[in-house]
């Protein structure tokens, strides 16, 4: 029996507000804020990227699960900002933690579903028994070109689950996944933000997949909407992941527990890894928890997880995601974060 | 010159259609016009389209649908009026049945504007404006037809809330078309509450960006009587210009091309603009319908607010104006506009139009427009 046995979260303290946004461009903050279901964005340090995002997450999930790092025989870190474009993120995150040298780690890139990419890959090999742990992460500190709607999601965050066949918090009942050619997002090599089709990333691509894949795997496990008492779908805004739900048969109640993009806005890789975390964070031993991500281009994964008893014991032992969510935040105005994220250097 | 028939129709569901070509959903609306004819031959083809080279990246287009269509080497032609390139196919298929040239000839319009991005779709149609001397400076559709609403609004007394109404009136026929790209009813409230695009248009002032085609096929009238099948006379054509550029018209608040064009095409007709039982007009702003129900003399120079605000050009009103739901609800894919005008035009005197049929109508006007008016196309059709 394989399922995750410890899990982290980490989420930057800064903030930005949608009405922050929309004043520098001049653009109807109130329809953005109605149309996207969306009300602040995490924003990332001058010094965070996904490495250190995933390192300070993987610390947090290697602490519920209480083991030796150096039995972890996989590392795998989904992402669509890895700092660089030749050298592993995965060796950085494998050294931090004391899992090398005897590790197997890769980086993974496919949109905004890196993150259970990974989670599916370290989930197998430990279904496989090549391995005795595995750590997957998501994480992203996401791009969206100034002005564009995309700036008022992108956002940055990580979650990262180590994966055993022992100890385990929430056990794996199955898994799905679901792809097809389908352009709807994209980032060419050497271009700094990512260019979207519009509309063209609802119905065909989000909903298609999303929708697919949460079928497909039911019908799969021979289960319906109310068998689970939490859905957790990948988040690019506030109203696509109800919508999601909705078409499904899920209630809100299901949703809200791992709906956090209104106040986190879209982690990419983090998005639906993040919204699992929070929901672990309020599950009860027992819990069917189901697990949708998208990724453009595009595709979805899916998971079902009953959580176990372990879940109260672990629980405490690292930040809930609904606290760095919530405290100790920190606004920022757009110049501060336009300095941040880098759209604006000082001359060389 | 002879008289001309519209014999046969074909139209298929308007919208985001993103697993169709341009030639599959030409392709297919176009079979429906044939089949709906009961003819086998057509001997002649033009098709309306704006823009092509733009939305897709193809020109010689009328070669590439008569191949598509299984149809070569039968001639056919491309016409572009911008936004009324469709209107003004039919009008050059008219010609050609009515001079004798062929019999049978098949008009479609086809435009497919969802395969480029909103700023590629929003060029590509500024370029029906002048672009010396309006698109080089910035100007775009929303932001002319915004200039001629405040004019209006300035000179006249037009309020938010009329322009408003015709999005209200608009939708609710919209809502009985289910070829309608957004069959759904709106409220004043929720026009007025929506996204501001250029002030003072919202969103729900402005027609959407639609993939979409439209097919009709016409014959002499004597060929038409001897299908047995329902016909439409095409009763009279009109065809009027104007400047491109907003800035060089007297009236801001005026479109003269639409006002000509419809006299023309009524005196062609021997028809008097009360003798018109329902009228598809290019609405394809707010404002535009208001001042086309003026220029077509509805009603007086300014009162086209009012009149919709009155109900004049609601479905039980005098002048019922967009059974279809107009460009507003129904779509615009633009060179296919002005041909799927005339397609519901000829299926409301079949007394085929289902929910939104205007009772016992003989005869219909339809008036398509390019750019800000600077073409205008108008046809008048007759029930036998």
Not at chain 1, 243 to 272: C, D, H, M
Not at chain 2, 155 to 182: D, I, M
Not at chain 2, 292 to 299: D, K, M
Request: glycine share 12%; proline share 5%.
């Amino acid at each position: 029996m394989a399922g995750i046995v410890g899990y982290g979260a980490y989420i930057p303290r800064n903030r930005i507000k949608v009405e922050e946004i929309a004043k520098v461009w001049g653009a109807d903050a109130p329809s953005y804020k109605k149309g996207l279901m969306l009300e602040e964005k995490s924003v990332p340090s001058p010094d965070q990227d996904t490495i250190t995002m995933s390192v300070e997450a993987s610390k947090r999930a290697l602490r519920r699960a209480g083991i030796d790092p150096r039995e972890i025989g996989a590392v795998y870190v989904g992402s669509e900002s890895h700092p660089y474009a030749v050298k592993p993120s995965g060796t950085v995150l494998a050294e931090a933690i004391g899992a090398t040298p005897e590790v197997h780690t890769a980086d993974l890139e496919f949109a905004c579903k890196a993150g259970t990419e990974a989670m599916f890959i370290a989930l197998s090999l430990v279904q496989a028994g090549a391995i005795k742990y595995g750590l997957a992460v998501g994480a992203d500190t996401s791009q969206g070109a100034p002005g564009d709607a995309l700036e008022y999601s992108a956002a940055a965050g990580a979650a990262a689950f180590i994966f055993g066949q022992d100890g385990l918090v929430a056990e794996t009942l199955d898994t799905y996944s679901y792809t097809t050619d389908t352009p709807d997002f994209w980032r060419r090599e050497y271009q700094y933000y990512p260019q979207h089709g519009g509309r063209f990333t609802g119905d065909p691509a989000y909903f298609k997949h999303v929708t697919g894949a949460a079928r497909g795997l039911m019908d799969k496990a021979k289960m319906k909407p109310a068998d689970f008492a939490y859905v957790v779908f990948h988040q690019p805004n506030g109203k696509f992941p109800l919508r999601a739900g909705e078409i499904l048969g899920f209630t809100k109640k299901q949703i809200e527990p791992g709906w956090l993009v209104p106040r986190l806005g879209n982690t990419y890789s983090g998005s639906s890894p993040l919204g699992l975390t929070a929901t672990l964070d309020i599950a009860k031993p027992g819990n069917l928890i189901l697990v949708v991500s998208y990724g453009s281009g595009a595709g979805s994964d899916g998971f079902i997880f009953k959580v176990t008893k372990r879940i109260d014991e672990v629980r405490e032992l690292a930040p809930l995601t609904s606290v760095l969510l919530d405290q100790n935040k920190n606004y920022l105005e757009y110049g501060v974060y336009a300095k941040y994220r880098r759209k604006i250097r000082k001359a060389e | 010159m002879r008289d001309v028939a519209v014999i046969g129709v074909g139209m298929t569901k308007w919208g985001e259609l993103w697993e169709k070509s341009l030639r599959t959903i030409f392709d297919e609306t176009a079979l429906l016009a044939i089949e709906d004819a009961g003819v086998e031959r057509i001997d002649s083809m033009v098709v309306g389209c704006m823009s092509s080279g733009l939305f897709v990246g193809q020109e010689h287009l009328a070669s590439l649908l008569a191949d598509s269509l299984g149809r070569i080497p039968i001639p056919a032609a491309r016409v572009e009026s911008a936004c009324s390139s469709g209107g003004l196919a039919l009008r050059q298929g008219f010609i050609e049945v009515a001079s004798g040239l062929s019999d049978v000839v098949l008009v479609a319009g086809v435009e497919k504007m969802t395969d480029v991005t909103g700023c590629e779709a929003t060029y590509a149609l500024g370029t029906a404006a002048d672009q010396e001397y309006e698109g080089y400076h910035g100007l775009t559709f929303p932001g002319l037809y915004a200039m001629m609403a405040v004019a209006h609004m300035h000179q006249y007394g037009t309020t938010r809330e009329q322009l408003a109404r015709v999005a209200v009136k608009n939708h609710e026929n919209g809502s009985k078309n289910p070829l309608a790209q957004f069959p759904f009813k709106v409220t004043v409230d929720a026009v007025v509450n929506s996204v501001l695009v250029a002030d003072p248009l919202r969103i729900l002032d402005c027609s959407p960006i639609t993939d979409g085609a439209a097919a009709v096929v016409l014959c002499p009238l004597d060929l038409a009587r001897k299908t047995g099948k329902p016909f439409v006379r095409i009763a009279g054509t009109g065809q009027a210009t104007d400047t491109i550029a907003l800035s060089s018209r007297k009236d801001l608040t005026w479109l003269e091309s639409t006002r000509v064009a419809a006299q023309k095409a009524l005196a062609m007709a021997g028809r008097k603009i009360d003798d018109i039982h329902l009228f598809e007009v290019h609405d394809c702003f707010t404002i535009a319908e208001i001042m086309i129900t003026e220029a077509l003399g509805l009603v007086g120079k300014g009162r086209g607010g009012p009149a919709v605000e009155e109900g004049l050009t609601s479905m039980g009103g005098k002048y019922p104006v967009n059974p279809s739901g107009g460009l507003k609800a129904k779509g615009h894919p633009v060179g296919a506009t002005g041909v799927a005008q005339a397609v519901e035009a000829v299926k409301q005197l079949r007394g085929e139009a289902g929910e939104r049929q205007v009772k016992g109508a003989k005869r219909a006007l339809t008036q398509n427009m390019g750019g800000t008016g600077g073409s205008s196309v108008v046809h008048v059709f007759e029930a036998e």
